[in-house]
């Protein structure tokens, strides 16, 4: 049965390094940013910030697809989106059974003052994982994100990819 990792954290939280090691290791990675940047540009410089969520909504459902379709191929994937909301969550890890893929959340927890230094050098770049982020930004953020909580299983990943990796393998190991 392939794995379904579903990450979730704030901003800054390191999503895209955990999506991208993961990669390396079979995984195959779908990002909502880097497609929402292929295909409108960089978030308040080429498009308004306030349209964000308009252009993210179908990069989303086609994401959705993709995951769908790699999952039903048997392919071990890695979601690179923040799954903010426990219902998010919920509805990704419902697609996931759906496909025949089991479904794992990642839990990436950080600070604000941690991310508020990840975030100020992550501003100076022009990437699509690098949306500037004001400190206000951060705090909305936090009012926003619901950390898993008991009820869900997750796993915690504190910056030790080889345990997640480690800890992952274990859990494909239970399901096959």
């Known amino acids: 049965m392939p794995l379904a990792v579903l990450?979730?954290?704030?901003?800054?939280?390191?999503?895209?390094?955990?999506?991208?090691?993961?990669?390396?290791?079979?995984?195959?990675?779908?990002?909502?940013?880097?497609?929402?940047?292929?295909?409108?540009?960089?978030?308040?410089?080429?498009?308004?910030?306030?349209?964000y969520f308009e252009r993210e909504r179908p990069v989303v459902e086609a994401v959705r697809a993709r995951f769908v379709k790699e999952l039903e191929a048997g392919n071990d994937v890695v979601l690179d989106h923040g799954l903010w909301r426990l219902s998010e969550r919920d509805a990704w890890r419902q697609a996931a059974r759906e496909a025949g893929g089991y479904p794992v959340v990642v839990y990436l927890p950080a600070g604000r003052e941690e991310l508020l230094g990840r975030l100020a050098e992550r501003n100076q770049r022009e990437d699509a994982n690098a949306l500037t982020v004001t400190p206000e930004a951060l705090d909305d953020f936090f009012a926003r994100f619901d950390p898993p909580g008991d009820d869900e299983e997750v796993i915690v990943c504190t910056g030790d990819l080889d345990a997640l990796v480690v800890a992952l393998s274990s859990v494909k190991h239970r399901q096959g």
Do not use: M
């Open 7 to 51: 990450l979730a954290g704030i901003t800054g939280s390191g999503k895209t390094t955990v999506a991208q090691a993961l990669a390396d290791h079979g995984y195959t990675r779908l990002s909502v940013d880097e497609e929402v940047h292929r295909l409108h540009g960089r978030y308040g410089v080429d498009y308004p910030e306030h349209t």
